[in-house]
């Protein structure tokens, strides 16, 4: 229809001519118009079988490409929470889709793990605490106590500004306090991510402090460039299009009068290091919109000071808030942020409930690593199946729901084609190749679904959201379902159209395996 517009001419025509050419008689397959002018190609049965039995899952990428991905990157001396969920998830998603594919994917957990929050601490802990015991738990409310004293204690916010100064000097005393609060964080950050099933590692942290040392060499570069102009003091680049609301031009300030450095200069200094010492083609943040501004100027002065070449692409990936079942935002009564923790623990038990009521052929055990599974599974999908940008609200009772859009119901699915293959004493990895009929419509428009995943994948990449392969996997599985209650699999007709089944039922549980792992989610085996 869009060549008709083009050409100004009948849509319908135009469909009769490209359908009188029979543009896709080798495959068999039959055209007609439908409509205004919409062609309609039913594939040919028999072509529909053969490709799919010989079908691979998907082609490696051409060209692949080197990806660094920084996502999650918390502020570290604070406990994971529910505004870290969705950076770490899609993020993880994300980096593990790319690997699939085939691009090398480089994981850049930027901590922050630098800055006044640290002096602080540090001033606190230095005063009346022993930092030798210090835990996660303990360091956050010694933050809490820190940042009240700071805001009505002028002596102390004094010596807590000294701290920084005393830490960016490398002062013994400042920095083994500082390491010891940065180990004991980092260790419980990696902690919830291998609850998580995250996998970022501890080598994948290259935290704010870690630049500090080449910031100098920064506003080198920058003065270098032409770009360094002083404004009271304070070392600024100015970029055109950036203003206040008032229209005055906007600097990036990348020195303080002081001597301290900000965020932008630390992250000018990490794209220097992902351009240039990792060797990115591609470099994706993943953060909540509020940080939109701060990378669309540090992209700019990137650009401008040669951090980021010609064939380097930088992206700013955003996304949606966590609301409540209610459409609020997702805090404790109190109003404080939910910690990762006690969610992880709250989704594991309810879980467990669901799990004991459903699968009293599991031992407790097995009940209770199924209900870890769900419990990730539901937290990770309710996030992922939602457009990036949009908001979603959290919910249990939906999320953990058997029915419907979630990963319970699809790991469900997948645990129950892995029982037919049980049950007839067969190995699925044996039926993922051999010849398929088609005699059931379920079992053609299974085929139609299975065949489409490749193509899923691109499109979940190409916009870099995972909610495509999550809406894609949950209609397979209808469509699973609806064969599955259709046709009988080990009481086919014949020995021959049993094997064609069980390789349909092969191939959706490698797509639903593939797919899920590559979102982050785990499979059981049983449920
Ligand atoms: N630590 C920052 C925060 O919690 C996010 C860092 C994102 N990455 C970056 N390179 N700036 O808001």
Redesign the pocket.
């Known amino acids: 229809m869009a060549i008709a517009k083009q050409l100004g001419r009948n849509p319908r025509t135009i469909a009769q001519e490209i359908v009188d050419r029979a543009p896709l008689a080798d495959l068999n397959a039959k055209l007609d118009i439908g409509g205004p002018g919409f062609i309609n190609v039913r594939l040919d049965d028999g072509f529909l079988a053969t490709t799919l039995s010989k079908a691979t899952l998907s082609q490696p990428v051409e060209p692949a490409e080197t990806i660094v991905v920084?996502y999650s990157?918390?502020?570290i001396a604070k406990e994971l929470h529910v505004g870290?969920l969705r950076s770490t998830v899609i993020g993880d998603a994300l980096v593990r889709l790319f690997e699939y594919v085939g691009h090398t994917v480089i994981r850049?957990n930027?901590?922050?793990d630098w800055g006044t929050a640290f002096g602080k601490l540090i001033a606190y802990v230095n005063a009346d605490q022993d930092s030798s015991d210090l835990t996660i738990g303990g360091i956050e409310k010694l933050y809490v106590a820190a940042s009240q004293e700071f805001e009505t204690n002028l002596d102390f916010a004094e010596k807590a500004r000294n701290e920084v100064i005393k830490l960016q000097r490398q002062d013994p005393k400042t920095l083994k306090t500082w390491e010891h609060i940065v180990q004991e964080s980092l260790e419980d950050v990696q902690r919830i991510y291998s609850e998580l099933d995250i996998s970022l590692k501890l080598s994948d942290v290259r935290g704010?402090s870690s630049f500090n040392p080449v910031l100098p060499q920064v506003v080198k570069d920058l003065e270098n460039a032409g770009l360094l102009v002083e404004s009271d003091g304070a070392k600024c680049v100015f970029v055109d299009g950036f203003q206040r609301k008032d229209g005055s031009p906007l600097p990036m300030i990348v020195q303080k009068s002081d001597g301290g450095y900000l965020?932008h200069t630390t992250?000018l200094a990490?794209l220097k290091h992902r351009t240039q010492e990792l060797g990115a083609d591609r470099v994706i943040?993943i953060?909540d919109s509020r940080?939109i501004h701060?990378f669309q100027m540090l992209f700019a002065v990137g650009k401008r000071v040669g951090y980021i070449p010609k064939d380097v692409s930088t992206e700013h990936l955003v996304f949606g808030s966590v609301l409540n079942k209610e459409g609020e935002p997702f805090r404790t009564r109190g109003g404080d942020n939910i910690l990762l923790r006690e969610l992880i623990e709250e989704g594991v038990e309810r879980a467990f409930d669901i799990v004991r009521s459903k699968s009293d052929h599991l031992t407790d055990r097995a009940q209770r690593q199924v209900a870890r599974q769900v419990a990730i599974g539901a937290i990770k999908y309710a996030d992922l199946s939602k457009n990036r940008t949009n908001d979603y609200r959290f919910d249990w009772d939906v999320m953990l729901s058997l029915d419907g859009n979630t990963a319970p119901y699809l790991q469900y699915a997948h645990a129950r084609i892995c029982s037919i293959f049980t049950r007839a004493k067969k190995e699925l990895s044996e039926f993922l190749e051999g010849e398929i009929e088609l005699q059931h419509p379920s079992e053609r428009s299974l085929a139609l679904r299975l065949l489409r995943f490749a193509e899923t994948l691109e499109q979940c990449l190409d916009e870099r959201k995972p909610h495509y392969l999550c809406n894609y996997l949950y209609e397979l599985t209808v469509h699973f379902m609806r064969f599955y209650e259709n046709c009988p699999v080990l009481k086919a007709q014949t020995p021959k159209l049993m094997d064609s089944r069980l390789c349909l039922c092969a191939k959706t549980a490698q797509v639903l395996r593939v797919g899920l792992e590559n979102l982050g989610i785990s499979l059981p085996l049983r449920m």
């Open positions: 920084d990157s918390p502020n870290h850049q930027h901590v922050g704010e965020y992250d990490a943040y953060t940080q701060h």
